[in-house]
């Protein structure tokens, strides 16, 4: 069976406790989120802080806390039995899913590891939870790292010891023990120096070419333009444009997305205006409609996501 | 008189074997941006506390508009203390957990022994609405907080602001409306900037000119 991970109308709300400054709310971090990730190819995932971006990944590694309510489904197929994310149990996950059929790749990797022990110690460790059969995890350890860049000299080293690039490279190793074909980056790049960023972007690619699938998570489009196949744009918890790459930020169909475009340094360098809606309080109609400057009476109601190759979700795109 | 913040000869860092910079020297001029590049590790975030007063180096002199600064961190002059405005990379760490985004805006202001009742007109410049005002750092995003951070270091009018990746954490969008802030502020004030980043396309767009720190120059 093909590898795939459906996402069909997947939302995740988050319920207030009533003693917080926001009595009974409800937090509407995930609306109603459809995507198809396939084997072959990377989708960045982009937008604001607080859009719902780190909640969806979260969701699919079954990291929500006790307070989310989810609803739509995450189907992950292929090897193995086909399951839905959303509702399969944590024992379940945690022996079968992660790590060896989805892998995470951490934001700030060095923050990540256990900091009293070695990165060979981690690292073996792994290999022997992933492939408890192998009578020499010491030499399977070595291959991973040296797959991911990474001298056995390297693996004595203790986290604090690391460069922000090795690191890097740590991480990326762990995550590729267990052979999963579905990445989920969070924010890889965040706070790397630029050849940091070269180095990871091109061990993105090359995963990529193995045949595995990366859903990289990041508020940087330039990180995005220079890995990404497809781009989803997300704005209040909603998909509100999905498409080819260089489609999304050269002709980009909807407000927001030309905004964000805009709002580099090497465009025009202009902010949108306004803030993101309160997820607590989101407008009935298209979220985006109180910062938008074409909006219309029409706007006052939802505008779907279109079903086309490059997708938008508004009535009057550009 | 806003002459400049001029750091001269400046050998810092943390091991006086090794400093991370010797003998360097730049000037953020008045009513411009002075734009510092360079990887992890070439000595910039030293830099930044070093010109922000908030780290003694080995040798060199800092000048205030002219006067040798005298002391860091606590035994620096209040009244040189407050003429430089600090941003740092991660907003999280810049703000007490326990306060209101107000309560942090009007900090200066009140350790100052001054009214705090520029704290909407600072909210305002740096476009936070009322309702974020009330909420503590948990309670909103990395660039709400930032945004604050913002007019926390504006608070006390400062005569430079000492930007260190001040932008890392933030999307394109908020990256743009706080460069703009920060370039009104400089309009209206003539205040100097000193503006730090890995991000090369992004200093290249938003200061008057850029100086790259690599480790030939810093160091050993």
């Known amino acids: 069976m093909v590898n795939e991970l459906v996402l069909d109308h997947l939302s995740v709300r988050f319920a207030l406790p009533g003693k917080f400054s926001l009595p009974g709310a409800t937090v509407a971090a995930v609306n109603d989120v459809s995507l198809r990730i396939r084997p072959g190819e990377c989708v960045a995932l982009v937008g604001e802080s607080g859009c719902g971006k780190t909640v969806l990944a979260n969701a699919l590694l079954g990291f929500l806390p006790g307070n989310a309510q989810t609803s739509g489904t995450a189907t992950l197929t292929g090897d193995g039995p086909s399951l839905d994310l959303l509702t399969t149990s944590d024992t379940v996950l945690a022996t079968t899913v992660r790590g060896r059929r989805i892998g995470l790749i951490p934001q700030s990797p060095a923050a990540h590891l256990t900091p009293v022990r070695t990165a ?89 070419a193995d045949g595995r699938a990366v859903l990289l998570i990041t508020h940087d489009l330039a990180a995005a333009q220079r890995i990404a196949d497809r781009i989803a744009v997300m704005y209040a918890g909603r998909i509100i444009e999905i498409g080819p790459t260089r489609k999304v930020l050269e002709v980009p169909r909807h407000h927001y997305s030309r905004g964000l475009v805009d709002a580099l340094p090497d465009r025009a360098f202009t902010p949108i205006p306004g803030q993101p809606p309160l997820l607590t309080d989101l407008p009935a109609g298209c979220s985006f409609a109180p910062r938008c400057d074409q909006a219309a009476p029409v706007c006052a109601e939802r505008p779907t996501l279109t079903d086309d190759d490059h997708a938008v979700a508004c009535h009057l795109p550009c | ?163 260190d990746e001040m932008t890392t954490m933030l999307d394109a969008s908020t990256t743009a409306a706080l460069v703009n802030v920060i370039r009104d502020y400089q309009r209206q004030t003539g205040a100097g900037v000193l503006a730090i980043s890995h991000d090369t396309v992004l200093l290249d767009h938003w200061a008057d000119h850029v100086v790259t720190l690599d480790n030939a120059t810093a160091g050993n």
């Open chain 1, 120 to 208: 060979r110690a981690q690292l073996e460790e792994a290999v022997r939870v992933h492939h408890p059969t192998d009578t020499a995890p010491r030499d399977h350890a070595h291959r991973v790292a040296a797959r991911a860049g990474l001298s056995p000299d390297d693996l004595d080293r203790y986290p604090h010891e690391l460069s922000g690039g090795m690191a890097q490279r740590v991480a990326n190793a762990l995550a590729l023990v267990g052979d999963p074909w579905l990445l989920i980056a969070d924010e890889p790049t965040t706070g790397l120096d630029r050849h940091l960023v070269d180095g990871l972007i091109e061990e993105f690619r090359r995963m990529v």
């Open chain 2, 1 to 163: 008189m806003l002459t400049g913040l001029r750091a001269d000869a400046i050998t810092a860092g943390y091991d006086p074997r090794h400093p991370v910079l010797t003998d360097f020297s730049l000037t953020v001029h008045s009513g411009q941006t002075f734009g510092l590049a360079g990887p992890s590790g070439s000595g910039k975030s030293t830099l930044a506390r070093v010109l922000a007063l908030l780290h003694k180096p080995f040798a060199g002199t800092v000048h205030l508009d002219g006067v040798p600064v005298t002391g860091f961190r606590q035994r620096a002059p209040r009244a040189q203390r407050t003429r430089i405005g600090v941003l740092f990379q991660q907003p999280r760490l810049s703000v007490d957990p326990r306060m209101t985004l107000r309560t942090a805006i009007a900090e200066p202001l009140r350790a100052n022994g001054r009214p705090a009742d520029r704290v909407d007109e600072l909210a305002e410049l740096v476009m936070l609405t009322p309702e974020l005002l009330v909420r503590r750092p948990h309670e909103v995003s990395d660039g709400q907080l930032q945004r604050a951070c913002l007019a926390r270091a504006l608070a006390l009018r400062p005569g430079y602001l000492v930007c």
